[in-house]
């Protein structure tokens, strides 16, 4: 019987693969997307409910998210269960983590934020409690490419001519400092924010009205890009959100609690300011060539909050020679309107 769906094209081979999963005549709901090919739906069969990820080959690969899961699984940590898959389909049907994600929660209930954070960062401290996983290392070649994006997409979007051997040279003296000391690292898993973290707990769960701060009610999606690498950058992904804005004080109130949780050395703070301006400079060339390549103009509205964030990093003295190259090659008043409008 082929499942219900409500106007959304389903993916092909849907119907075998639902009713190979004992999951035939259930409903299909369509789910917002995100960047990438990958498409998502709510399947609904009685009274229960699942997941179904769409990762369409050649350009997704369903294995990496496999992959990571069930190693996240194994170590306690709260990856959707997988109940069924067609890896070279790119189908998977997964646990339904249901609706109260982390930034959709946050925007109804704004007073919860400090406890909800901190739960966040209680996940991260258990991840890292664990040695690394068993995936390729976040290494200064992997760090160059995706600093590059910023003057191969954002650059030439604003019609500038930019010194990219000197951006290359800049990046390799600020990173090579650090490298040592992600070894032997940690699971990172690279887009650890607000919109990728569901909150399974519920209200009150800690006795005070509020999410408690459990690293086992943190639900884990979008995961499959993880690599081994340094223990801060999954909290720059976290407090130097790029789609919601985190202010100065709750960033700093959770590296604290970070740190005071993991005693991560005396480095620890110039390492995330320069993960914070690695990330940063990447993700305004994401956004760019969503734009420039792939049609997406909606991303360019986030800009300029990353740009901030960027800034705000650039000011650590670990960061002085990309700060050098943003002097010579940034117009102060593009910086001052936080990265502007890209053509």
Not at 172 to 194: F, S
Request: glycine letters at 8%; a negative charge; charged letters at 25%.
């Amino acid at each position: 019987m082929m499942p219900k769906t409500v106007k959304a094209t389903l993916p092909e081979g849907l119907d075998d693969f639902l009713n190979e999963a004992g999951w035939a005549g259930a409903e299909v709901e369509p789910l917002p997307g995100d960047a990438s090919f990958r498409r998502y739906f709510r399947v609904r069969n009685g009274g229960f409910s699942a997941i179904m990820m769409d990762s369409p080959p050649p350009q997704e690969d369903p294995r990496p998210f496999l992959h990571v899961g069930r190693w996240l699984s194994e170590k306690g940590l709260r990856a959707p269960l997988i109940y069924a898959e067609r890896a070279e389909r790119g189908l998977v049907l997964l646990e339904d983590f249901g609706n109260d994600r982390m930034r959709d929660w946050l925007d109804l209930h704004p007073a919860e934020e400090p406890a909800v954070y901190a739960r966040a960062i209680a996940a991260l401290v258990a991840l890292h409690a664990h040695p690394p996983g068993p995936f390729e290392p976040y290494d200064l070649a992997t760090y160059q490419r995706e600093a590059a994006l910023f003057v191969e997409w954002y650059c030439p979007g604003m019609s500038l001519a930019v010194d990219e051997a000197g951006w290359h040279d800049a990046w390799d003296a600020v990173l090579t400092p650090m490298l040592a000391r992600q070894q032997p690292g940690v699971t990172v898993l690279r887009d650890y924010h607000a919109e990728n973290i569901m909150l399974l707990g519920g209200p009150a769960a800690n006795g005070n009205g509020g999410p408690a701060a459990s690293a086992g009610e943190q639900g884990l999606i979008d995961f499959q890009d993880a690599l081994v690498g340094h223990r801060a950058y999954d909290l720059v992904s976290l407090l130097q959100d790029a789609r919601r804005d985190v202010s100065p004080a709750l960033e700093q109130a959770m590296l604290e609690l970070y740190c005071t949780s993991t005693d991560p050395g005396p480095d620890f703070l110039a390492d995330y300011a320069r993960l914070g301006a690695q990330r940063n400079a990447k993700i305004v060339g994401i956004f760019a060539r969503l734009w420039r390549r792939d049609g997406k103009p909606r991303y360019l509205a986030l800009i300029p909050r990353v740009w901030e964030a960027l800034e705000r990093d650039l000011a650590h003295p670990a960061l002085a020679p990309v700060a050098a190259w943003f002097v010579a090659n940034m117009p102060q008043e593009l910086r001052e309107r936080r990265g502007g409008e890209v053509e």
